[in-house]
């Protein structure tokens, strides 16, 4: 599957995810884990392409046997409901504890006058940053999929403005390219998937995981344009109530400072690959990119 | 106006690392967006810069790139009706 099908809408009608929001309300988390647990079998079985491509990722990326491989995918499903379960009992409401790693030097960007670019990814569990961006004054411009289901966009916008967050979506008329820019030249921050290609289909081709895999050109672009900080942000699950937050910066070494403008961008590019694959080797169960990530067939230079 | 013009062609292909390209094969009436250029949302993020650091320019909404973004003569025109530096 070509990764510019995959459109990253989170499944379900409104209707159903106004419901699980409600039974967040008197549900423990562990039972509607254990019940989400019992449908993942059913929606791996229906959702071929999505299990294939976990499958060779744990297969070709992690050197898993077959065996293995199935039951990891399993583990992979499992946590991926989890992660959206967790996601809906926020917007219910529930807090997490959030144990933070790199917090000083977070604390140092947000509190500098000027921009910055800071990076999400589709593993553990980003939306729940929230949390710590309600501390720092610096207000968050997050780039978002314009397709979203409307109770997702709604719920969003609800809690993710009382984190000092605002949603962007990405359109055809490049509105959200006039309204990052604005908000980095005011000193603001942007936050924008480093993984996934999302309006532009300019790539970077970077190993990861042994094997070259397309990486957006934009956020990379963006750093360099703009002249300004570029930080990853992981945000991990650890237990049912636990997560652990990665606050790194992605630098240029000082050869790659010297290179011409587009380099320096390919260079921050795999930098963050290489983020994301440390992060990946330790978490191996949290990698939510349901395509076939390795696919450079279509790559734009 | 043909000055300024052949300078904006110039800084377009510094700009978008267009090496292959000379300033002569820009047609300064084609759209830079879809069918001319075919440039795209990185690149408009690279004009918008460069307006705003040669020529003191800012774009406010996407509006407003569109009615700029037409062809590299509507940009010029626009630059010498709004440059501050």
């Keep these: 599957m070509d990764s510019k099908d995959w459109t990253g809408r989170t499944d379900g009608t409104d209707w159903m995810l106004r419901s699980l929001i409600w039974f967040f309300r008197w549900m423990p988390p562990r039972v509607l884990y254990a019940v989400m647990g019992l449908v993942v079998p059913f929606y791996m079985l229906l959702r071929r392409k999505s299990f294939l491509a976990i499958y060779h990722y744990y297969r070709q990326g992690h050197g898993c046997g077959r065996l293995r491989a199935f039951v990891n995918v399993y583990r992979n499903h499992y946590a991926f409901g989890q992660v959206i379960l967790d996601r809906f009992a926020v917007y219910a409401g529930r807090r997490f504890s959030l144990e933070i790693e790199g917090n000083e030097y977070y604390k140092r960007i947000a509190d500098q006058p000027g921009g910055a670019v800071f990076l999400s990814s589709h593993t553990g569990n980003f939306e729940l940053c929230g949390y710590l961006l309600n501390s720092v004054g610096k207000h968050l411009h997050a780039l978002v999929y314009a397709g979203e289901a409307e109770a997702v966009m709604e719920n969003r916008r609800r809690v993710w403005a009382a984190h000092n967050v605002t949603m962007v979506p990405v359109r055809d008329d490049l509105s959200h390219l006039f309204a990052i820019n604005a908000a980095l030249e005011e000193g603001d921050a942007v936050c924008m998937a480093g993984d996934r290609l999302l309006g532009s289909a300019k790539s970077v081709v970077c190993p990861f995981l042994g094997r070259p895999a397309r990486f957006p050109l934009g956020p990379y672009a963006l750093a360099v344009q703009r002249g300004v900080p570029l930080v990853a942000l992981f945000v991990m699950k650890e237990s049912a109530s636990r997560y652990h937050v990665y606050v790194q910066p992605v630098r240029l070494t000082a050869e790659e400072e010297a290179l011409p403008r587009r380099q320096r961008m390919e260079a921050l590019a795999r930098a963050f690959a290489a983020q994301m694959e440390r992060i990946v080797k330790q978490y191996p169960h949290q990698w939510f990119n349901y395509y076939d990530f390795w696919n450079t067939g279509s790559a734009r230079p | ?85």
């Design chain 2, 1 to 85: 106006m043909e000055e300024l013009i052949q300078q904006l062609k110039e800084e377009i292909i510094q700009a978008l690392n267009l090496e292959d390209l000379r300033p002569e094969d820009i047609d300064a009436d084609a759209p830079l967006f879809g069918d001319g250029l075919g440039l795209d949302s990185i690149d408009a993020l690279e004009l918008i810069v460069l307006l705003e650091k040669n020529y003191g320019i800012r774009l406010a909404d996407a509006a407003a790139g569109k009615e700029v973004f037409r062809s590299v003569r509507v940009m010029a025109e626009y630059v010498a009706a709004h440059r501050t530096k």
